[in-house]
């Protein structure tokens, strides 16, 4: 720590004075550095130096409010940050995949019905094929009864065709 | 004086705001500040003043101080102190001076508590200039190196060599 002991001061002189000049004011260096050995000044009195040691007592007193109230802030901005993230996080994957909106639940009913401004003939073609699709759904579920009682498949194909092609024909409009 | 590395552990110590720390930094280091104030003021009142301001800043300062020279940033901080006291004499004596009272010759005679004791160096050194003085003082009592002065003062190591060569070698002259 103490950088004096490290250098060397006719080397230090040598780069700014001539070298008889760097010797010569090396000598004068150390010689008023004896000087200055050989008179030293007065020592602090001891009740000085027990009065800095309170007075930085008192002043890390008064210091470490101003601290436990920084650290608590931090601490409590800290921990409401985890919370909400995890609280979001939380939300996120509870949510899972999303039910469809009634909007979502509008789009699928056919552009010609949603379109058309005779509410009574759409309606009525609504009902109509609503009861058509109910229909086909009894033959099949008959159906499929009959087939675990041996009936053929042929019979299911063409009532699910059937269907496939009212429903087409549905959205076709 | 302590090693490099009892240092290091102490100054880590004060960071922390750890007072027995603080107190070995006291003990460490009071007699050598506290010479530089009086080797610069001449006055024991002074001094006293100085050296509490001096270490009740630097226990509110550590947490500032990033490595280095720790007795080139302590010095630094004294040279500050004593440039703010200076400043603040000047302040004085200057509505000292428009007033023309009494008080300018009460403040500005020293007490005889205070040059109770003066030394012949003390003497010869108030002959000198201010500058001068300080570079002298800072060089003897902080043990800084040449290199280390100059960055505390901020200015060329050539310069620093010079004033502190021309100074010492007058003071040397004045002594003998």
């Known amino acids: 720590m103490n950088g004096q002991n490290q250098e060397n001061l006719e080397e230090l002189f040598e780069q700014f004075f001539a070298p008889e000049q760097a010797a ?7 010689k008023a550095e004896q000087i200055l050995r050989e008179n030293p000044a007065p020592e602090p009195d001891e009740l000085l130096i027990a009065d800095i040691k309170w007075q930085i007592e008192e002043a890390l007193a008064a210091r470490k409010p101003a601290w436990t109230f920084r650290t608590v802030a931090y601490r409590v901005a800290v921990a409401a940050v985890i919370i ?14 999303q039910k469809p909106s009634k909007i979502e639940y509008a789009l699928m009913i056919p552009r010609a019905i949603w379109d058309s401004n005779d509410i009574s003939t759409a309606d009525a073609d609504l009902a109509l094929l609503t009861a058509e699709i109910r229909q086909v759904e009894d033959e099949v579920l008959t159906l499929e009864l009959g087939e675990r009682r041996g009936n053929g498949e042929r019979a299911v194909a063409e009532l699910e065709m059937q269907l496939i092609a009212i429903n087409s024909n549905f959205w076709e409009g | 004086m302590a090693k490099s590395d ?3 552990q102490i100054i880590v110590g004060c960071k922390k705001g750890d007072s027995r720390c603080l107190t070995q930094i006291v003990d460490m280091y009071a007699s050598r500040c506290y010479a530089y104030f009086y080797r610069l003021t001449g006055n024991r009142t002074v001094s006293d003043d100085l050296l509490s301001e001096l270490f009740v800043k630097l226990t509110e300062k550590f947490s500032s101080y990033k490595g280095g020279s720790f007795e080139g940033w302590l010095f630094r901080i ?47 050194l108030a002959r000198l200039d201010a500058d001068t003085k300080e570079l002298i003082m800072l060089r003897f009592y902080s043990e800084l190196s040449f290199k280390e002065i100059a960055k505390v003062r901020s200015e060329p190591i050539g310069t620093t060599l010079s004033k502190l060569h021309r100074g010492l070698k007058r003071l040397r002259e004045m002594m003998e």
């Open chain 2, 78 to 124: 004294a040279s500050n102190i004593f440039h703010d006291y200076l400043r603040g004499k000047h302040r004085r004596t200057k509505l000292f001076d428009a007033r023309k009272t009494q008080v300018e010759l009460e403040t500005t005679e020293p007490r005889r508590s205070d040059t109770e004791g003066v030394d012949k160096l003390q003497v010869q």
């Open chain 2, 6 to 8: 009892d240092l290091a």
């Open chain 1, 84 to 97: 909400v993230v995890a609280a979001i996080g939380i939300q996120l994957l509870q949510k899972g995949p």
């Open chain 1, 24 to 30: 010569s004011a090396v000598e004068d260096v150390c």
